[in-house]
Nanobody
Framework: QLQLVESGGGLVQPGGSLRLSCAAS????????IGWFRQAPGKEREGVSC????????YYADSVKGRFTISRDNAKNTVYLQMNSLKPEDTAVYYC????????????????WGQGTQVTVTS
């Protein structure tokens, strides 16, 4: 059974930074594409950043380009999302999701999900 566990969320002021972690167990990260999604109250689930296992290609939503960085450490079976220059509009529950090989920005194309971690950006 593949399990994904997010951590690293919290409360920060605008301009601050957080690093989210997605730790996978039960299946090697080598064969998985990982996506970070977020959902704020009243808003549609949004693809934030994704990384492919096959060629290492990445995706970033326009709203986070230049501020967020996705990376993976296959030896630790963990994917990270470094979030800098955080804005109040980044406030959401952030979810880690997995699918085979190639990433997708569509949340419904992922079959494995973590429990989510809350990120709150407020002054």
């Amino acid at each position: 059974q593949l399990q994904l566990v997010e951590s690293g969320g919290g409360l920060v002021q605008p301009g601050g930074s957080l690093r989210l972690s997605c730790a996978a167990s039960g299946f090697t990260l080598d064969y998985l594409a990982i996506g970070w999604f977020r959902q704020a109250p009243g808003k549609e689930r949004e693809g934030v950043s994704c990384i492919s296992s096959s060629d290492g290609s990445t995706y970033y939503a326009d709203s986070v380009k230049g501020r967020f960085t996705i990376s993976r450490d296959n030896a630790k079976n963990t994917v990270y999302l470094q979030m800098n220059s955080l804005k109040p509009e980044d406030t959401a529950v952030y979810y880690c999701a997995a699918r085979e090989r190639y990433y997708s920005a569509k949340w419904y194309e992922y079959g494995y999900w973590g429990q989510g971690t809350q990120v709150t950006v407020t002054s």
